[in-house]
């Protein structure tokens, strides 16, 4: 009876017992886990600068461009206002012109009608001898 008591115990203490392979696996695991997380790390801070540098060249980029499209606006405002000033002058020497061209006209049309009332005396006058 001892005998099966003696193989009982051995073998439970088999079955109980830890695997060598186990024991020995334990640090490795704990040093891939460790490893693992040494490079995710690593990861994400390159990650994190990659980003940050995107986002500082996308800003730069920005600031770049606003100062171009207020460059161009600065530009196209300069162009419109040399536009509304030769408009201006040009209406202006239009207007000179036509206040020119109105005198004259006035000025011809006077002498025709004192060239008129001239002839139309003159006819008359020659009426009035024509009676006597």
Excluded: C, G, H, R
């Amino acid at each position: 009876m001892l005998k099966y008591v003696l193989a009982a115990l051995v073998s439970a203490s088999l079955v109980a017992a830890i695997p060598l392979n186990t024991v020995l696996a334990q640090p490795a695991v704990q040093q891939d886990a460790k490893a693992k997380a040494k490079a995710d790390k690593a990861a994400a801070a390159a990650k994190a600068k990659e980003d940050k540098a995107k986002a500082a060249a996308a800003a730069k980029e920005a600031k770049v461009k606003a100062k171009a499209d207020k460059a161009a606006a600065a530009a196209k405002a300069k162009e419109d206002k040399a536009k509304a000033a030769a408009a201006a002058k040009e209406a202006k020497a239009k207007a000179k012109a036509d206040k020119a061209a109105a005198a004259a006209k006035a000025k011809e049309d006077k002498a025709k009608a004192a060239a008129a009332a001239k002839e139309a005396k003159a006819k008359a006058k020659a009426e009035k001898e024509k009676k006597k």
